[in-house]
């Protein structure tokens, strides 16, 4: 692999550029592998990646059936925090947060992870409640994670609206500043490259069509457009699609599939410094470091694999950041677009082994998948090394569906009364 | 925003007239009690979330309050059809007939 | 200055010169024009700085595919807009606009040194760069970078214009005014049919604007355009939009028009809003959107001068403005001949037509002969000369394949291009219709439709007028009545990079002008494995400024194609998204803003609260009255009053935000055994509940009060958030689980205003107001429900407390809460009667250990966790969560549970969400075991108290934990939930 480095970069510069080698190579499907991974989104390539570097395991193919990093990974407004409430939650964001300080270091690719520090507004009694929980959970987890009054919160981003007659008035908010955001494709990109480096192949456009079974169960490989290919292990890292995947195992999953848009705006010269969310008004902006306002809206209400949503969807996102930030209300949006969500009923991630031997799953993310990307990267490739979870991964089982011991952050902080 | 026929109203209106209520089919047991908890697990959270054609219910909380099923692919979003509560679930050539 | 403006052409109205400021200088120009059109009346040509390498641009085009011309568009405070395209908007006396992106000045621009390192900067450098130290990241490069993003300026204030929307239906929705959807709404409309017929032009009329020469039945195009859109406007049935963009095509032919109405006004009229947005839901979509000239991709191809030949014929004929002096033409297709010619009749020198293809029909050849044109034909431009504005051409010969050496230097103040046409399928693509290639053109086409949608004329790759006409008033149901007498349109030749006789990697041939993409770029993404066209979009930013690709996409597509050796029609396109053009936030907003936004709901009571000082708190969609401070108060001061008020003497609360639900019918008391976890059949009339509800996962979802009014009614309340929720569920479970059951649901949250009387001379006060109700207390004993009247007033009357005390909750028709109200309070002033608000109701139901559901519970506790299986019907065999109930983890040991809190020191009031250890002295991360639910100062018992979860906590009453805070830790104890009069005396003074 050539080092990426001003250097290299003068280097080819001389040359006129023609002589960069491919970032990775565009692999041919072999008879077999060791380890399959269905799905190459940042998760999955994550994962190869960490199979190879950490685990030893170089002999993997991550399959794809459209471009890799097309998916979530590319369409996500990038946020990343692990001010989570409960201790599972906690451990496993703070885990990605840990491996994101440092990644483009790691990958000799730049990712662009810039703490910039996420800020999350409260607008009720109810609000401020919640999130001294956060607050206080997170301080005795080690997890930054700090109160601000109205006032500072307006010092750390300028153009929020804290005027107390606001419909949703500021009454405070939580900041991480450790949070932030990073350049999405390139997230997946610089896994792709770093994993092909250690010998993983990449194979695109290669929707996988079946799961094979042996008489006793456990997995020996996936029928693929271009043929079968075996393999013992198989990681399934597939996102909005887990729970086509999971069915051609003979499994069903407690998973549901929404649309979730998100928009840019027209660049500008920097204005917000910061990440803000707001859960009660449901707004979540950042700018990007080309200068486009980046915009998370809501899901639709029904399932859809469409990647498009409606307009009025946007409509009520837009109208909830301009309630927060009034001028914004001049911008412009630039482009809009359509994601696939896989959600659990407890909207916490299911990471771990299945009840067919050989096949692993890493899947409903929700909205928030992007931020775990090198934790769940990571930890899918432990669980698949060791065929055991790892600690951090373990209560996420597809089994506390059933016992009852649910992982419920949206519960924990959104009721009302 | 989606067009939905409701078949009580008999009237095509628009989505925000209504409200999505998850997949249609899944019966509450009768007995629940005698049910161990993976079959109680399964009734409550599994869902075949089909990318296809996909059984599900919505209502229609700002006309008739009413609920009812409906059959709509999930790849187009399209309706292929709607049907009151406590109707069969249709048959796989009857929804092969409408979609031609 | 010299004057550009050709007599005797252009619409523009020319009886009054108007004057408009662009970059602090003063021009001239007519109504009718455009920013650009104007500029180039007066010469300039220089507009903008690029994205990137900062380099000096002129207008590429003359309409909403503009990918150089963006300016700031000040209107003064609260009205500025960035990148505005200089080509749309319109000119009126007055306007100011500012260049972007530049410093100090658009002429001599500092950021410019960035081309001449531009090296440095191929496609995905910055993957590539700024890791290394790793602290400089975060310190140095990014807040470098960020500090150079973007385009115009940020907004600085609020805006001061307002949005209005508007739903609209109609069968025929027609997408471009141009002849193909003229035809197409005309044909439409004579049925009778509702169309409507939008174009984002200020004039309907589209390419026949730029067109004055072609004729239409016997009559020239503007002629022609003025009697159809006569007869259009005419037709009731036909509503024609002129300034409105559709931005997409959405799910079941629902699309989003936004309508521009101030932003051409001189004056603005403060009552009128600035956009509308309508939405549309069509039977029948027809688009006639057209299609983009396409640039060719050459050395200096965005030299300030350098113009697609469209544009300059629209600037020419519908402007009456000559974009130069001298003008040289470079095109691979025919449809450039007609601008030359256009301008070359107008009296502007054509110093050549340098054609790429060594074929070039006859009748062309002649005509420009005619006119001493002189046509160079297999011959390409190798490079532009000239720094803010275009000097001239270096060309040379291309034949079989190969360009020679030789250069020849063609002097010129202008280039204009052609390389094609793309017909724009935008709206098509966002209605997921599918695409296919159509070599002639080189270009994409629609293909199946995913929609009932139709296109036609150009966007459909039906090029020419009478095609378009034809194809038009078919789509629209007609015939094809048109005759036609115009140029042919003629056909032409795609490229890709153009060959070149220089070094190519010494050159910059541009691809996506205003993101600063070069063919280089392209090729580089290529040549480093990005074999996806979404990749190569993404790795070279290529298609993806504010222009959306419109002149790019398509020159990309096949720049890349090459580099990747895959047949174009195999690569495809990347995908289209909404919007078409930048689509203003606040038009999307509409009227969503200030009181509109999320609309705040307000009790009968409301009012008087406000009148008397009431401070207010959101609560879901409410607001309601937090606590009513006397004098200097702050919260603490009042909520100690209020409690010592409501405790000792009389309070009065305005509980009127409670959810309320009807339960009627004979099934009525079977179905609230379902619903809620209590038993309801054995409940006297008159008597009342305390309903909990679950989760059928068997977390507690919501609770209240519930009274039973007859043997078949049920007067349901339910927490002030969770109304919705409840009514939905028990819809859901009555409709679809249980049909068979005779049970009607109504909400009835707004009939009801609630006013709750709490204190030891409640009764007192309330006695002489009632009729038909004894109010004695073995009559009307706690927990029960009677009906009468007050004031003479129907009212249902509780005997119900959530402070503790002596309590009712006087229930009369919403319209009659505040009467109420007042004379309550009137009368209660001998009883020293005090208002309280929501903070005070929190104090004194805490006291008394009665839960807040959203509070002490979080959507993962359940009745046993919350203290609460007394509320279980235990020989029920079924309820909404019962099942789950009995789940394993819910049965294990070690769940969290509810409890009471006691600090050591009674003067720590704890932290809401503060956590709970079993030790103190922990390091972190230490092991919480539960967290403080709710705590207060008790006025009553002169200490803080406070609910918590606690891990087996009601096992460990009496033990001590720990609650670490940054300063202290400190100590509480465990105890009972109930703090107050465990044994309920008050309830039940006399």
């Given at each position: 692999m050539v080092k990426y480095s001003a250097g290299s970069l003068f280097a080819n510069a001389l040359h006129g550029h023609k002589k960069w080698p491919k970032q990775w190579p565009d692999a041919a499907p072999k008879t077999s592998y060791d380890v399959i991974i269905v799905g190459a989104g940042g998760h999955g390539l994550g994962a190869a990646y960490y199979l190879a570097k950490?685990?030893?395991?170089?002999n993997v193919a991550v399959i794809e059936k459209?471009?890799?990093?097309?998916g979530n990974t590319g369409r996500n407004t990038t946020i990343i925090r692990s001010?989570?409430?409960?201790d599972e939650s906690a451990r496993i964001y703070d885990h990605a947060v840990d491996l994101w300080d440092g990644l483009s270091q790691e990958l000799n690719?730049?990712?662009?992870?810039?703490?910039r520090g996420v800020l999350m507004l409260a607008h009720s009694v109810h609000d401020v409640q919640s999130f001294q929980r956060h607050i206080h959970a997170n301080r005795l987890n080690g997890v930054d994670n700090q109160w601000l009054s109205p006032e500072e919160a307006k010092a750390f981003c300028p153009p929020l609206d804290i005027s107390p007659?606001?419909?949703?008035?500021?009454m405070g908010a939580a900041l991480q500043r450790r949070a932030g955001t990073a350049r999405h494709d390139t997230v997946a990109w610089g896994y792709a490259r770093a994993a092909a480096a250690l010998g993983v192949d990449i194979i695109q456009n290669c929707a996988v069509t079946g799961i094979k079974r042996g008489t006793d169960g456990a997995v020996r490989g996936v029928e693929t457009e271009r043929g079968f290919i075996g393999a013992n292990k198989i990681g399934v890292s597939?996102?909005?699609n887990s729970s086509v995947l999971m069915q051609m195992a003979g499994l069903r999953f407690p998973l549901e599939s929404y649309p979730l848009q998100a928009l840019v705006s027209e660049p500008v010269k920097p204005v917000m410094p910061c990440v803000v969310m707001s859960n009660s008004v449901h707004a979540y902006i950042s700018q990007s470091d080309k200068g486009e306002l980046v915009i998370g809206a809501g899901t639709d209400q029904y399932i859809s694999y469409s990647q498009r949503g409606a307009l009025h969807i946007l409509e009520h996102t837009l109208a909830s950041i301009c309630e927060i930030f009034?001028?914004?209300?001049r911008m412009r949006m630039l482009r809009s677009w359509g994601g696939v969500v896989d959600v659990t009923p407890d909207r916490s991630p299911i990471l771990g082994k299945t009840p067919v031997p050989g096949l692993y799953v890493n899947c409903g993310?929700?909205?928030?998948g992007f931020k775990a990307t090198p934790g769940a990267g990571n930890l899918l490739a432990y669980t698949i090394a060791r065929d055991e979870p790892h600690p951090i991964n373990a209560?996420?089982?597809?089994?506390r569906f059933k016992g009852g011991r649910l992982i419920d952050e949206a519960a924990a902080a959104a009721v009302a009364h | 925003m989606l067009l939905i026929k409701c078949p009580y109203c008999e009237e095509e209106r628009p989505e925000i007239e209504f409200s999505y209520a998850g997949e249609a089919h899944i019966v509450r047991p009768?007995?629940?009690?005698?049910?161990?908890d993976t079959a109680w697990a399964e009734y409550l959270f599994i869902r075949d979330?089909?990318?296809?054609v996909h059984y599900e219910r919505w209502y229609h909380i700002h006309g008739c309050a009413r609920f009812f099923n409906a059959v709509r692919d999930?790849?187009?979003?399209?309706?292929?059809m709607t049907y009151k509560m406590g109707?069969?679930?249709?048959a796989d050539v009857e929804i092969a007939k409408v979609k031609e | 200055m010299k004057n550009f403006r050709k007599t005797?052409?252009?619409?523009?109205?020319?009886?009054r010169l108007i004057s408009f400021t662009f970059d602090d200088r003063q021009y001239q120009g007519f109504v009718g024009d455009t920013l650009a059109s104007a500029l180039l009346a007066n010469g300039?040509?220089?507009?903008g700085r690029s994205f990137k390498y900062h380099r000096p641009r002129g207008f590429?085009?003359?309409?909403?595919?503009?990918?150089?011309a963006l300016v700031t568009f000040d209107r003064g405070p609260g009205r500025v807009t960035s990148n505005v395209r200089a080509t749309t908007l319109e000119l009126f006396d007055g306007l100011v606009a500012y260049s972007q992106n530049n410093y100090p000045n658009l002429k001599f621009d500092?950021?410019?040194i960035n081309d001449i390192f531009s090296?440095?900067?191929?496609?995905?450098?910055y993957n590539k760069t700024?890791?290394?130290?790793?602290s400089f990241w975060d310190k140095v490069y990014e807040p470098v970078i960020r500090k150079l993003a973007g385009l115009g300026p940020a907004p600085?204030?609020?805006?001061?214009d307002h949005y209005a929307s508007l739903y609209g239906h109609c069968e025929v929705l027609v997408v471009g005014a141009g002849p193909a959807g003229i035809a197409a709404a005309l044909a439409a409309s004579e049925k009778g049919d509702r169309v409507i017929l939008a174009d984002?032009?200020?004039?309907?009329?589209g390419s026949l604007l730029s067109n004055p020469e072609a004729r239409i039945d016997g009559q020239l195009a503007w002629q022609w355009l003025d009697k159809s859109l006569e007869t259009l406007w005419l037709r009731k049935n036909v509503t024609l939009l002129s300034?409105?963009?559709?931005?997409g095509y959405y799910h079941d032919n629902f699309l989003g028009l936004v309508e521009r109405l101030?932003?051409?006004?001189?004056?603005?009229?403060?009552?009128?809003?600035r956009e509308c947005l309508h939405r549309i839901r069509a039977g029948k979509v027809i688009l006639a959107a057209g299609a983009i000239e396409r640039p060719l991709v050459f050395?200096?191809?965005?030299?300030?001068?350098?113009?697609l030949a469209s544009a300059a014929q629209t600037y020419l004929?519908?402007?009456?403005?000559?974009?130069?002096d001298n003008v040289a033409v470079f095109t691979?297709?025919?449809?450039?001949y007609e601008t030359a010619f256009d301008l070359s009749d107008a009296?502007?020198?054509?110093s050549s037509i340098i054609d790429l293809?060594?074929?070039?029909s006859e009748i062309l050849l002649q005509q420009a002969h005619e006119r001493g044109i002189a046509v160079l034909t297999g011959t390409v431009v190798c490079g532009t000369k000239g720094?803010?504005?275009?000097?001239g051409v270096r060309v040379a010969k291309f034949q079989n394949q190969k360009v020679s050496n030789g250069t020849e230097h063609i002097a010129c103040d202008c280039l204009l291009m052609t390389g094609g046409w793309t017909p724009s399928v935008h709206l098509f693509s966002h209605s997921k219709g599918s695409l296919k290639w159509q070599d002639d053109i080189g270009a994409a086409v629609p293909d199946m439709?995913?929609?009932?949608t139709l296109s036609v004329g150009a966007c459909n790759g039906t090029f020419g007028l009478s095609a378009g006409l034809e194809e038009g008033s078919i789509a629209g149901g007609?015939?094809?009545p048109f005759r036609t007498e115009e140029t042919e349109f003629g056909t032409g030749q795609t490229w890709q990079t153009l060959p070149t006789n220089r070094d190519p990697s010494r050159i910059k041939a541009f691809v996506d002008f205003q993101n600063d993409v070069t063919e280089k770029d392209i090729n580089l993404a290529v040549l480093e494995g990005f074999k996806s066209i979404e990749h190569v979009k993404r790795y070279?930013?290529?298609?993806?400024a504010t222009d959306q690709g419109k002149t790019s996409n398509l020159n990309a597509v096949q720049i890349a194609s090459k580099a990747i050796q895959i047949p174009v029609q195999k690569i495809g396109l990347t995908t289209f998204r909404p919007p078409f053009t930048p689509t203003s936030f606040g038009a999307l907003v509409g009227h969503r803003a200030?009181?509109?936004?999320?609309v705040t709901r307000k009790t009968s009571i409301d009012g008087w609260a406000d009148d008397n000082g009431a401070v207010f708190e959101p609560v879901s969609l409410w607001r309601r009255a937090r606590y009513f401070p006397q004098g200097n108060e702050d919260m603490h001061a009042a909520v100690a009053r209020e409690c010592k008020a409501t405790r000792n003497e009389l309070g009065i609360f305005d509980a009127s935000t409670l959810g309320k639900i009807e339960v009627v019918g004979p099934d009525a008391a079977k179905f609230m055994n379902l619903m809620y976890?209590?038993?309801?059949?054995?409940?006297?009339?008159g008597r009342c509940r305390y309903g909990l509800m679950l989760h059928e996962d068997g977390y507690i979802m919501d609770d209240g009060v519930i009274g039973r009014l007859?043997?078949?009614r049920f007067h349901v309340t339910t927490t002030t958030g969770g109304a919705p929720r409840v009514l939905r569920m028990m819809e859901d479970y009555l409709q679809?689980?249980?049909?068979?059951l005779n049970v009607w649901l109504t909400s009835t949250t707004e009939q009801w205003a609630v006013i709750a009387l709490n204190g030891p001379h409640a009764r007192k006060l309330l006695e002489p107001f009632i009729?038909?109700?004894?109010?004695?207390p073995e009559a009307f004993p706690h927990m029960a429900v009677r009906e009468g009247t007050i004031f003479g007033v129907e009212t249902r009357l509780f005997r119900v407390s959530f402070s503790g005390e002596l309590g009712f909750e006087i229930n009369v028709p919403a319209h009659y809460g505040r009467a109420l109200w007042e004379k309550l309070f009137n009368a209660g002033k001998a009883y020293g009667i005090t208002p309280y608000g929501t903070e005070t109701m929190h104090v004194l139901r805490a006291e008394k250990g009665y839960i807040i559901v959203g509070q002490d519970?979080?959507?993962?506790?359940t009745p046993d966790d919350a203290?609460?299986?007394?509320?279980?019907?235990?020989?029920?065999?079924?309820?909404?969560?019962k099942r789950s109930l009995a789940r394993a983890d819910i049965q294990a040991p070690g769940r969290k549970q509810l409890v009471g809190l006691l600090t050591t020191d009674p003067n720590i009031v704890l932290e809401e969400g503060a956590q709970i250890v079993?030790?103190?002295?922990?390091?972190?991360?230490m092991t919480m075991i539960g967290h403080v639910t709710s705590s207060y100062w008790s006025t009553t018992l002169n200490r803080s108290i406070a609910l918590a979860v606690v891990k087996s906590g009601r096992a460990q009453t009496g033990s001590n934990i720990y609650v670490p805070m940054p300063e202290k830790t400190h100590e509480a104890k465990i105890c009972a939930?109930?703090?107050?009069?465990p044994k309920g005396e008050r309830l039940n003074v006399v």
């Amino acid at each position: 692999m050539v080092k990426y480095s001003a250097g290299s970069l003068f280097a080819n510069a001389l040359h006129g550029h023609k002589k960069w080698p491919k970032q990775w190579p565009d692999a041919a499907p072999k008879t077999s592998y060791d380890v399959i991974i269905v799905g190459a989104g940042g998760h999955g390539l994550g994962a190869a990646y960490y199979l190879a570097k950490k685990y030893g395991i170089t002999n993997v193919a991550v399959i794809e059936k459209g471009w890799l990093g097309g998916g979530n990974t590319g369409r996500n407004t990038t946020i990343i925090r692990s001010n989570y409430l409960y201790d599972e939650s906690a451990r496993i964001y703070d885990h990605a947060v840990d491996l994101w300080d440092g990644l483009s270091q790691e990958l000799n690719y730049n990712v662009m992870f810039s703490k910039r520090g996420v800020l999350m507004l409260a607008h009720s009694v109810h609000d401020v409640q919640s999130f001294q929980r956060h607050i206080h959970a997170n301080r005795l987890n080690g997890v930054d994670n700090q109160w601000l009054s109205p006032e500072e919160a307006k010092a750390f981003c300028p153009p929020l609206d804290i005027s107390p007659g606001a419909r949703y008035p500021v009454m405070g908010a939580a900041l991480q500043r450790r949070a932030g955001t990073a350049r999405h494709d390139t997230v997946a990109w610089g896994y792709a490259r770093a994993a092909a480096a250690l010998g993983v192949d990449i194979i695109q456009n290669c929707a996988v069509t079946g799961i094979k079974r042996g008489t006793d169960g456990a997995v020996r490989g996936v029928e693929t457009e271009r043929g079968f290919i075996g393999a013992n292990k198989i990681g399934v890292s597939a996102a909005g699609n887990s729970s086509v995947l999971m069915q051609m195992a003979g499994l069903r999953f407690p998973l549901e599939s929404y649309p979730l848009q998100a928009l840019v705006s027209e660049p500008v010269k920097p204005v917000m410094p910061c990440v803000v969310m707001s859960n009660s008004v449901h707004a979540y902006i950042s700018q990007s470091d080309k200068g486009e306002l980046v915009i998370g809206a809501g899901t639709d209400q029904y399932i859809s694999y469409s990647q498009r949503g409606a307009l009025h969807i946007l409509e009520h996102t837009l109208a909830s950041i301009c309630e927060i930030f009034p001028i914004f209300k001049r911008m412009r949006m630039l482009r809009s677009w359509g994601g696939v969500v896989d959600v659990t009923p407890d909207r916490s991630p299911i990471l771990g082994k299945t009840p067919v031997p050989g096949l692993y799953v890493n899947c409903g993310w929700g909205t928030g998948g992007f931020k775990a990307t090198p934790g769940a990267g990571n930890l899918l490739a432990y669980t698949i090394a060791r065929d055991e979870p790892h600690p951090i991964n373990a209560p996420y089982t597809l089994e506390r569906f059933k016992g009852g011991r649910l992982i419920d952050e949206a519960a924990a902080a959104a009721v009302a009364h | 925003m989606l067009l939905i026929k409701c078949p009580y109203c008999e009237e095509e209106r628009p989505e925000i007239e209504f409200s999505y209520a998850g997949e249609a089919h899944i019966v509450r047991p009768t007995d629940p009690s005698k049910m161990d908890d993976t079959a109680w697990a399964e009734y409550l959270f599994i869902r075949d979330n089909t990318r296809g054609v996909h059984y599900e219910r919505w209502y229609h909380i700002h006309g008739c309050a009413r609920f009812f099923n409906a059959v709509r692919d999930t790849i187009s979003d399209k309706f292929i059809m709607t049907y009151k509560m406590g109707l069969p679930r249709p048959a796989d050539v009857e929804i092969a007939k409408v979609k031609e | 200055m010299k004057n550009f403006r050709k007599t005797g052409r252009g619409r523009i109205r020319r009886a009054r010169l108007i004057s408009f400021t662009f970059d602090d200088r003063q021009y001239q120009g007519f109504v009718g024009d455009t920013l650009a059109s104007a500029l180039l009346a007066n010469g300039v040509h220089l507009i903008g700085r690029s994205f990137k390498y900062h380099r000096p641009r002129g207008f590429l085009g003359a309409g909403s595919e503009e990918a150089n011309a963006l300016v700031t568009f000040d209107r003064g405070p609260g009205r500025v807009t960035s990148n505005v395209r200089a080509t749309t908007l319109e000119l009126f006396d007055g306007l100011v606009a500012y260049s972007q992106n530049n410093y100090p000045n658009l002429k001599f621009d500092l950021g410019a040194i960035n081309d001449i390192f531009s090296m440095m900067f191929p496609a995905g450098f910055y993957n590539k760069t700024f890791m290394w130290p790793k602290s400089f990241w975060d310190k140095v490069y990014e807040p470098v970078i960020r500090k150079l993003a973007g385009l115009g300026p940020a907004p600085t204030e609020a805006d001061a214009d307002h949005y209005a929307s508007l739903y609209g239906h109609c069968e025929v929705l027609v997408v471009g005014a141009g002849p193909a959807g003229i035809a197409a709404a005309l044909a439409a409309s004579e049925k009778g049919d509702r169309v409507i017929l939008a174009d984002e032009q200020n004039e309907l009329g589209g390419s026949l604007l730029s067109n004055p020469e072609a004729r239409i039945d016997g009559q020239l195009a503007w002629q022609w355009l003025d009697k159809s859109l006569e007869t259009l406007w005419l037709r009731k049935n036909v509503t024609l939009l002129s300034r409105t963009t559709v931005i997409g095509y959405y799910h079941d032919n629902f699309l989003g028009l936004v309508e521009r109405l101030t932003d051409h006004q001189g004056d603005i009229n403060p009552a009128s809003p600035r956009e509308c947005l309508h939405r549309i839901r069509a039977g029948k979509v027809i688009l006639a959107a057209g299609a983009i000239e396409r640039p060719l991709v050459f050395a200096g191809n965005d030299r300030p001068g350098v113009m697609l030949a469209s544009a300059a014929q629209t600037y020419l004929n519908r402007y009456g403005v000559a974009v130069g002096d001298n003008v040289a033409v470079f095109t691979s297709h025919d449809s450039a001949y007609e601008t030359a010619f256009d301008l070359s009749d107008a009296g502007v020198k054509i110093s050549s037509i340098i054609d790429l293809r060594a074929d070039v029909s006859e009748i062309l050849l002649q005509q420009a002969h005619e006119r001493g044109i002189a046509v160079l034909t297999g011959t390409v431009v190798c490079g532009t000369k000239g720094r803010l504005r275009i000097t001239g051409v270096r060309v040379a010969k291309f034949q079989n394949q190969k360009v020679s050496n030789g250069t020849e230097h063609i002097a010129c103040d202008c280039l204009l291009m052609t390389g094609g046409w793309t017909p724009s399928v935008h709206l098509f693509s966002h209605s997921k219709g599918s695409l296919k290639w159509q070599d002639d053109i080189g270009a994409a086409v629609p293909d199946m439709a995913n929609e009932n949608t139709l296109s036609v004329g150009a966007c459909n790759g039906t090029f020419g007028l009478s095609a378009g006409l034809e194809e038009g008033s078919i789509a629209g149901g007609g015939g094809n009545p048109f005759r036609t007498e115009e140029t042919e349109f003629g056909t032409g030749q795609t490229w890709q990079t153009l060959p070149t006789n220089r070094d190519p990697s010494r050159i910059k041939a541009f691809v996506d002008f205003q993101n600063d993409v070069t063919e280089k770029d392209i090729n580089l993404a290529v040549l480093e494995g990005f074999k996806s066209i979404e990749h190569v979009k993404r790795y070279t930013t290529t298609g993806m400024a504010t222009d959306q690709g419109k002149t790019s996409n398509l020159n990309a597509v096949q720049i890349a194609s090459k580099a990747i050796q895959i047949p174009v029609q195999k690569i495809g396109l990347t995908t289209f998204r909404p919007p078409f053009t930048p689509t203003s936030f606040g038009a999307l907003v509409g009227h969503r803003a200030d009181d509109l936004f999320d609309v705040t709901r307000k009790t009968s009571i409301d009012g008087w609260a406000d009148d008397n000082g009431a401070v207010f708190e959101p609560v879901s969609l409410w607001r309601r009255a937090r606590y009513f401070p006397q004098g200097n108060e702050d919260m603490h001061a009042a909520v100690a009053r209020e409690c010592k008020a409501t405790r000792n003497e009389l309070g009065i609360f305005d509980a009127s935000t409670l959810g309320k639900i009807e339960v009627v019918g004979p099934d009525a008391a079977k179905f609230m055994n379902l619903m809620y976890t209590n038993p309801w059949t054995m409940l006297a009339i008159g008597r009342c509940r305390y309903g909990l509800m679950l989760h059928e996962d068997g977390y507690i979802m919501d609770d209240g009060v519930i009274g039973r009014l007859a043997d078949d009614r049920f007067h349901v309340t339910t927490t002030t958030g969770g109304a919705p929720r409840v009514l939905r569920m028990m819809e859901d479970y009555l409709q679809t689980e249980w049909p068979d059951l005779n049970v009607w649901l109504t909400s009835t949250t707004e009939q009801w205003a609630v006013i709750a009387l709490n204190g030891p001379h409640a009764r007192k006060l309330l006695e002489p107001f009632i009729d038909g109700i004894d109010l004695g207390p073995e009559a009307f004993p706690h927990m029960a429900v009677r009906e009468g009247t007050i004031f003479g007033v129907e009212t249902r009357l509780f005997r119900v407390s959530f402070s503790g005390e002596l309590g009712f909750e006087i229930n009369v028709p919403a319209h009659y809460g505040r009467a109420l109200w007042e004379k309550l309070f009137n009368a209660g002033k001998a009883y020293g009667i005090t208002p309280y608000g929501t903070e005070t109701m929190h104090v004194l139901r805490a006291e008394k250990g009665y839960i807040i559901v959203g509070q002490d519970t979080d959507g993962t506790i359940t009745p046993d966790d919350a203290g609460m299986s007394w509320a279980i019907g235990k020989k029920k065999p079924d309820f909404v969560g019962k099942r789950s109930l009995a789940r394993a983890d819910i049965q294990a040991p070690g769940r969290k549970q509810l409890v009471g809190l006691l600090t050591t020191d009674p003067n720590i009031v704890l932290e809401e969400g503060a956590q709970i250890v079993a030790t103190p002295g922990q390091s972190v991360p230490m092991t919480m075991i539960g967290h403080v639910t709710s705590s207060y100062w008790s006025t009553t018992l002169n200490r803080s108290i406070a609910l918590a979860v606690v891990k087996s906590g009601r096992a460990q009453t009496g033990s001590n934990i720990y609650v670490p805070m940054p300063e202290k830790t400190h100590e509480a104890k465990i105890c009972a939930t109930v703090f107050y009069d465990p044994k309920g005396e008050r309830l039940n003074v006399v």
